[in-house]
């Protein structure tokens, strides 16, 4: 498969001077090495952001979602943004016809009941897929995607804003389900030695807990679960498996699946993918709170391809300074491998959802990476 374009536009500002900022470095692309026109041009055309919920102040600045507003408009395109679950009123984030120059709208409708059926005839686990019925009834996009950490995917970039951010809000649980329906636990042999708890006592970051209407089904969050098979190691009666390939990949091509039903109801060539490697958190803004950034700001990829995106801002942040002191304390920045595997574990890869992205055909992990800079 060839090789595609990664635009990279560095944080870093040479000089105190505007053209020199990252804004002009993102209009460089955006005028002169992207043909916008062809993307957009006389289209309606969704940008699809990810507010956050509650008090999340870390998401991708309304200034910059307003640069891409001014810009696809400038290239004949009709933009409208769509936002996902959780900011039911966008305003209360600051993203406002005002603040965005374009309407600004749930992409579900208000009760997450707009949406277009997708069957899956041949996945397991999963019989349908639910897109956004906004998203599908545009006839191009531009995705914008806050990069961070992800207790399932390792990583939140495109493939996630696309795979799970643009279904309704059951999809997202079915897919978040996968992981549940996988066994992992030996009911009968665990309870042979009940009241045990020695895996909850062993686990260090208390991804364990009895669950269900009586309480009595062991339950592991898989979000915070790490992988490091303590508590595996330490059950007397081996009543635990826990297989990181049906687990943790069950996610994965759950996701995929989504993304690929998404970014099939679109035309070829009419989807591009801005991934904004600034303010990066352990966790998705999903979870409604903000910590401070756990390594410092990297600037603003460009694409037309979601696994060569994502793949280059994996490849940007792998091996970035890790602010441990930024980590909360009940995540554990003890593990080896990329930036997001030290504390979420080292099981969880995030290249894995690339991986089954580009078995599904969805793009590349080859890229060219061609870094911009201002015009002076």
């Known amino acids: 498969m060839s090789k595609s374009q990664v635009y990279f536009a560095p944080s870093k500002v040479k000089r ?12 460089r692309v955006l005028r002169d090495d992207i043909d916008l026109k062809s993307i957009v041009g006389g289209k309606r055309t969704v940008i699809k952001v990810h507010l956050g919920a509650d008090r999340i102040y870390t998401t991708v600045h309304p200034v910059l979602v307003r640069q891409i507003v001014s810009h696809v408009k ?12 959780g900011a039911v009123d966008a305003a209360t984030r600051g ?19 707009y949406y277009y059926s997708h069957k899956l005839e041949d996945y397991p686990y999963l019989n349908e897929v639910l897109v956004s019925g ?37 999809s997202r649980g079915w897919i978040h389900q996968q992981v549940g329906q996988i066994p992992y636990w030996n ?8 009241p045990c708890n020695t895996c909850l006592e062993t686990c260090p970051v208390d991804a364990i807990h009895w669950g269900g209407p009586n309480k009595d089904e062991l339950h592991v969050d898989f979000h915070m679960c790490t992988f490091c098979n303590k508590c595996v190691e330490a059950c007397p009666v081996d ?20 993304a690929k039903e998404v970014l099939g109801t679109f035309e070829p060539k009419s989807v591009l993918y801005v991934n904004y490697l600034m303010n990066i958190t352990p966790w998705c803004d999903c979870h409604g709170f903000s910590t401070p950034s756990i390594t410092q700001d990297v600037g603003v990829l460009i694409s037309d391809d979601p696994v060569a995106i994502d793949q280059a801002t ?17 995540l554990q920045p003890i593990y080896e491998g990329s930036i997001f595997q030290r504390f979420l574990g080292t099981a969880k890869d995030p290249q894995y959802q690339m991986i ?7 793009g590349s992990r080859g890229y060219d990476l061609v870094s911009v800079e201002s015009d002076e």
């Open 134 to 170: 906004e998203v599908q009834d545009a006839e191009a996009m531009i995705v914008v995607s806050h990069v961070k950490g992800h207790g399932n995917t390792g990583m939140g970039a495109a493939l996630k804003n696309v795979g799970i951010g643009m279904l309704a809000g059951p």
């Open 239 to 258: 009543a635990l498996l826990l297989n990181v390939d049906e687990l943790y990949g069950s996610f994965q091509r759950g996701m995929t699946r989504g």
């Open 95 to 113: 993203y406002s016809t005002e603040t965005l120059g374009c309407p600004v709208i749930p992409m579900n409708g208000t009760t997450e009941k």
């Open 16 to 27: 105190m001077h505007v053209s020199h900022t990252l804004p002009a470095k993102i209009d």
């Open 74 to 85: 400038e290239a004949g395109g009709k933009p409208i943004v769509v936002h996902s679950w």
């Open 314 to 330: 994996f490849d940007l942040l792998k091996d970035a300074e890790l602010f441990e002191e930024a980590i909360p304390d009940d």
């Open 356 to 362: 089954e992205a580009e078995k599904l055909g969805l």
């Open 187 to 194: 009911e009968s042999a665990c309870k042979t030695e009940q």
